[in-house]
């Protein structure tokens, strides 16, 4: 069970105590925050050894006021008491290869998977620091790039559609004539065709509601376009979704990239190219299929754990009750 932070403000109305006097106490006297081990270089790096596991994840989040730290967690922990391994200010390699080179030789080289975005630099931090395991690059990023390129294929439609009904629309006054909008059979505009059907996209078709259905169908025969990017990017799914053995996967994909250069989208070409570039490290996910979706649940929970305390004022007191929780 999760424990669930209050903060003392809340206990006003409850208990008649002043908040601020009571956030005060806990925090000088309550807490044993002032004589916390790592509170000197708290804001720039933690390191927990003793929460090193063999399978991990490594993220990048954002603390407060947009300022990114890199996080290591162990995925056995499932983003409970000893989940956090590391918290590093930033995102650049050196510095986070510096603080988890201060970790013993044997709990580096013990590791033997680390999950980990598309990120040149987290490539490198895991290379380092974990020279024996493997590195997977979590599927979802993979398929985000993709899902991206085709949102970015129906924005560019909805932005016409706006032009030609404003530019209608001048020309219909101008001729002191009443605008009529193409209706579709389903009672969508083109431009609400466009904005309608964005979130269809990103559902196999087997997923749709009879709504949806149509708007697809209507969609699909006014832009073969984005009939053509929603295959490519349905099918780079499917290769996650049903390949269950490497070599399986390394084929479709192949077969994959033969599609994107058929369809001659620059979009799709730019993904293929970057996919190709991780190929081995996106292979790997076919070894036991794993993801970063525990870290991605674990920046969840700090962006919830933040939201509670209403914004990060202290730095270093908010990671001391963050890692008194999570590490």
Partial sequence: MDTIPIPANTLE????????QLERHYKEHLSHYRVWEQREHADKWLL????????????????????LYTILTNKAAKGRKGAVIAIVEGTKAEDVMEVLDRLPE??????????????????????????????????????????????????SHRWDAINEETDAK???????????????????????LLARSRYLLFKSPDKWSESQKLRAK???????????????????????????????????LAKWYNKVADSEFKSF????????????????????????????SFNAKIKSFRASLRGVVDIKFFLFRLTNIYA
């Fill in 48 to 67: 927990f050894p003793e929460n090193m596991g063999t399978h991990l994840s490594i993220d990048e989040t954002s603390l407060s006021n947009g300022e």
């Fill in 218 to 252: 209507i969609l699909f025969k006014e832009y073969p376009d984005m009939k053509q990017g929603y295959s490519l990017t349905h099918s780079l799914r499917m290769i996650f979704n049903k390949n269950s053995i490497k070599a399986g996967a390394r084929l479709s």
């Fill in 106 to 155: 044997s709990l580096l080289d013990a590791v033997e998977e680390v999950t980990l975005d598309m990120s040149d630099s987290m490539r490198k931090i895991v290379r380092h620091c974990f020279p024996k395991a493997s590195r997977v690059i979590d599927r979802f990023h993979v398929q985000r790039l993709a899902f991206d390129a085709l949102q970015e294929m129906r924005i």
């Fill in 170 to 192: 001048e020309n219909a006054k101008l001729e002191k004539k009443d605008y009529a909008p193409v209706i579709f059979e389903n009672g969508d505009t083109r431009k609400q």
């Fill in 269 to 296: 070409n730019t993904i293929a190219a970057t996919v190709y570039e991780h190929h081995d490290e996106i292979l790997n996910f076919f070894i036991n299929r794993s993801t970063n979706a525990s870290a991605e």
């Fill in 13 to 20: 109305r409850f208990y008649h105590v002043d908040g601020e």
